[in-house]
């Protein structure tokens, strides 16, 4: 069975840090691109970091020169590296990931379920 697993969230004071980790398992051939995404209480889901199969990051501009993303290809895991955290990152945070199963190519698309940061003031 596939699954996109997140961990590492939980709560800390302004100015703190938390890594987020989000690891694939099952039968996977390779991951393509990666992406951080994060939903507050009462707003839309939105993208805060991606990462591409070579490793080029993309930062939205909330959580740039705080927040760093990376990936381990040998693992299959990313990880969000967040400093200098605020209230306003307060979200349940998701991973999603395009990955690959055999030498077709074909991409399907899947989701992590999520886990919660809460930044204290």
């Known amino acids: 069975q596939v699954q996109l697993v997140e961990s590492g969230g939980g709560l800390v004071q302004a100015g703190g840090s938390l890594r987020l980790s989000c690891a694939a398992s099952?039968?996977?051939?390779?991951?393509?691109?990666i992406d951080w995404y994060r939903q507050a209480p009462g707003k839309q889901r939105e993208l805060v970091a991606s990462?591409?199969?070579?490793?080029?990051?993309n930062y939205a501009d909330s959580v740039k020169g705080r927040f760093t993303m990376s990936r381990d290809n040998a693992k299959n895991t990313v990880y969000l590296q967040m400093n200098s955290l605020k209230p306003e990152d307060t979200a349940v945070y998701y991973c999603?990931?395009?990955?690959?199963?055999?030498?077709?190519?074909?991409?399907?698309?899947?989701w992590g379920q999520g886990t919660q940061v809460t930044v204290s003031s």
């Open positions: 990462i591409s199969s070579g490793g080029k990051t």
């Open positions: 999603r990931a395009d990955l690959i199963f055999d030498l077709s190519g074909r991409m399907y698309q899947y």
């Open positions: 099952g039968s996977i051939l390779s991951i393509n691109a």
